[in-house]
């Protein structure tokens, strides 16, 4: 019995060290505060600009890496696992950061979450541009999301998830089975999608059964042009984009409705 609850002691406190120690590395993030423009001052006399702009180049390749799969990068996550010991000259280091992904790449980087501080890379490309890849094939993930996009703004913003279901459907695209291309589809537009903060999936309240609607998400309101999902919606239909009057009028808010000339329609 003895031998029996000195095991189970020892057990017990190798257990409650395993969690200390877990909840050490946890709580070892030390909460980052903006510099102060003389705090950056002081920080860049100690480092060299080569050092600098090296810290910088780190930080353009992580946030690089991420925005292959459209993750948001946390400001946390940068702190601590790039900037590190240069946090003193944090401002200086996203000012360099930011002229290199809008001189070098044509990007900007969008804080899409001011309290959290998350960022997102964003690129505003005409629909055609960003339906093809570098090679001019087109690219099937982001021709999908197009639709998706299209339908959420036809329907005024939001979308219940069975009217997108039925939709792919009609495309020979269904979630329920999959894909050739893209693999399982629910969980592309579902978990890929949301997660690269191109839609937001979202629990219609007092529903039973639970239904759910999709809605755009930060990344699509920053990077897809409301007039060209408008205009690309004309040519599928063969209509003018100003027939869609409650349409016409979201994605050009500072023209209003639509002139005389050509009448509205109702929406389909």
């Not at 099937?140 to 197009?146: E, I, R, S, V």
């Not at 759910?212 to 984009?241: D, N, T, Y």
Request: charge should be positive; include cysteine; hydrophobic fraction near 35%.
């Amino acid at each position: 019995m003895s031998q029996r609850k000195r095991l189970s002691n020892t057990q017990g406190a190798s257990q409650n060290k395993r969690r200390s120690d877990s909840l050490a590395e946890d709580d070892s993030e030390v909460p980052f505060t903006q510099p102060s423009s003389s705090q950056v001052q002081r920080g860049l006399a100690r480092v060299s600009n080569a050092q600098v702009e090296q810290k910088a180049a780190e930080v353009v390749q992580y946030i690089m890496v991420k925005d292959q799969k459209k993750i948001p990068v946390r400001r946390a996550d940068l702190v601590k696992h790039v900037i590190k010991d240069y946090r003193n000259i944090y401002p200086e280091i996203m000012k360099r950061v930011l002229q290199t992904f809008s001189q070098v790449f044509g990007l900007e980087l969008v804080e899409i979450d001011t309290k959290a501080h998350v960022y997102i890379l964003i690129n505003k490309l005409e629909p055609h541009e960003a339906l093809t890849t570098n090679q001019g094939s087109v690219n099937p993930k982001t021709g999908l999301l197009w639709v998706i996009l299209s339908v959420i703004f036809m329907k005024r913003g939001a979308v219940k998830e069975g009217l997108i279901w039925n939709t792919l459907k009609k495309l020979r695209v269904d979630p329920g089975e999959r894909h050739e291309v893209f693999g399982d589809v629910k969980k592309l537009v579902t978990d890929e999608f949301v997660r690269q903060r191109y839609l937001e999936y979202v629990r219609i309240p007092h529903t039973e059964p639970l239904e759910c609607e999709f809605r755009w998400g930060q990344r699509a309101e920053l990077e897809v042009s409301k007039p060209q999902i408008l205009h690309f919606m004309g040519q599928l239909h063969e209509r003018e984009p100003q027939s869609w009057s409650q349409q016409y009028r979201d994605a050009h808010p500072s023209l209003g409705a639509p002139g005389p000339s050509q009448p509205s329609r109702s929406q389909r």
